[in-house]
């Protein structure tokens, strides 16, 4: 089994920063790809950042700029780091790895972390 854990979700101000954590431990795996969504109340579940292997990165466009993913291969983990924050920021983030075990491949989710920015 797989498990994928986040952490450092919290409450800020508008302007400042938070660093979202996220590991995923288990069973021996390949990470293909490790990504970021998240979900604000009443809206669908969007896709924040994603790195794909050790360097690809790609943002969904109202984060470009301000929020940088990062992994680290040797502890299975990547970071989200968020600067200038905003209130639409306001959402819980979910991280997503991407894994093949044994040849297969599936998706594993985190069960999220709250994320409030206020103005």
């Known amino acids: 089994q797989v498990q994928v854990v986040e952490s450092g979700g919290g409450l800020v101000q508008a302007g400042g920063s938070l660093r979202l954590s996220c590991r995923a431990s288990?069973?021996?795996?390949?990470?293909?790809?490790m990504s970021w969504y998240r979900r604000a109340p009443g809206k669908q579940r969007e896709l924040v950042a994603i790195?794909?292997?050790?360097?690809?990165?790609n943002y969904a466009d109202s984060v470009k700029g301000r929020f940088t993913i990062s992994r680290d291969a040797a502890k299975n983990t990547v970071y989200l780091q968020m600067n200038s924050l905003k209130p639409e920021d306001t959402a819980v983030y979910y991280c997503a790895a991407d894994l093949t075990i044994d040849l297969w491949r599936s998706d594993w989710w985190g069960r999220g972390t709250q994320v409030t920015v206020s103005s």
């Open positions: 790195v794909i292997g050790d360097d690809t990165t």
């Open positions: 288990g069973t021996v795996f390949k990470i293909n790809s």
